[in-house]
């Protein structure tokens, strides 16, 4: 009997034992923490500098039907890299490529095609490229791919890496899917690498029966190795928020990146982060949390905005747009212009608008514009040059940022 008692104790335990370890474990749900929502500082200064352009100008793509999108990057001293997308008639926007100027733009090396439209069967062509430049000297190449079908299946984004300054690179990696263009991407002070991007959304229409649109980031902490899921932003409903060009501001006044806001009267609009943080808020910013505000001091819609950051703290911003084109027939907004004003060092209150094409024929266009500092006062435009025979090139104009009074 004893026996009979102790066994049943032992098979209890084990049985006990048994069912516990075959249970699922407890899952602990983590409560997502997210930053206080905080304000820019205040810098309600205008600043007193205006640009004053230079006359002349310089073709900078290569002789071919088609080439947009001009970027250029510091890569070290008087180095300068420069990419942009281009393609024959019928086929534009197929192949990414690079020039090199070592004497700070003064003269370039000749193009070498480094993504080529080769994948018939997969994709339609590569576009919209931006290129980083590590604090390790590697170079990030992040783009389009066209995918065939034009869909949010077959559609993504792409990075390479290069770790010998452009003369080879990584296969291409898909680091976001869906229909999704005109990556920006920034490097901040501990080494994170961010990357801003446009995404259609397929689910909900806007005015117009354009469908909305959102921008997202993905992050790298390991120089592009790897990247995270993306993360919502900006978003307004029923709009089209999109481009966006990513900017830290000096002396850790945070990061902004200005976007299109089509569908809306004035743009672009300018949202903002502190660096502490790092766009972990819970609502994306706008209007009434602070963090989200019009650039431009007058009621202008301007597309395709960039905005760099000058030496002495003043920022630079510009954009296309119709702003004083009588346009016929000739319309579209490949026939806009560019302008470019001067804000603070908060990237607000721009004024100072200049004109760097105030006599263009409306026979052509002056589009998908980016900026580029030189030195000291010296600034660079570039924008993309459409013809009248609805070609495109690509062209470098220089100007001086200079106080008011001069």
Known sequence: MKHNITSTIFLFIVYSITFISCKE????????????????????????????????????????????????????????????????KGHEWDNIGMRKSFDNGKSWTSMKTIVEDNQPKRYSGFSTPDLLVLKNKWLLLAYTGRG?????????????????????????AIVALGRSWEPGMVQLPDGEIQLFFSNEILSAKAAKGRHEQKVLMIVSKNNGLSWS????????????????????????????IP???????????????????????????????????IATVDPIWG?????????????????????????????????????????????????????????????????????????????ALITTRNYPDSSSAVFWKEGRVIPLNN
């Open 25 to 88: 474990p407890v899952k602990q749900v983590q409560r997502k923490v997210y930053a206080a929502d905080d304000l820019p500082r205040i810098d309600d200064t205008i600043r007193n500098a205006k640009i004053i352009w230079d006359k002349q100008e310089k073709k900078l793509s290569h002789d071919v039907y088609f080439a947009e999108y001009g970027r250029a990057k510091r890569y070290n001293g008087d180095t300068i890299f420069l990419v942009y997308h281009f393609g024959p």
């Open 148 to 172: 065939i079908p034009d869909d949010s299946v077959h559609n993504n984004l792409q990075v390479r890496i290069s770790k010998d300054a452009g003369a080879s690179w990584t296969a291409p």
């Open 229 to 256: 899921d993306p993360k919502l932003v900006a978003f307004t409903p029923g709009r089209r928020d999109g481009m966006p060009v990513p900017l830290v501001l000096k002396d850790h006044k945070g990061i902004i």
């Open 259 to 293: 976007v299109e806001a089509v569908e809306n009267a004035t743009s672009p609009e300018i949202i903002w982060s502190s660096e502490k943080a790092n766009w972990n808020y819970k609502r994306t910013g706008d209007k009434d949390n602070g963090r989200r505000w």
């Open 303 to 379: 597309g395709a905005p960039c905005v760099v950051q000058m030496p002495g703290g003043e920022t630079i911003i510009s954009m296309q747009t119709e702003l004083g084109r009588k346009l016929d027939r000739y319309k579209g907004w490949k026939k806009n212009s560019v302008i470019v004003m001067v804000g603070n060092s908060m990237a607000k209150n721009f004024g100072s608008l200049s004109f760097p094409y105030p006599n263009l024929p409306i026979t052509e266009g002056r589009y998908f514009n980016s900026l580029f500092v030189l030195r000291d006062n010296r600034i």
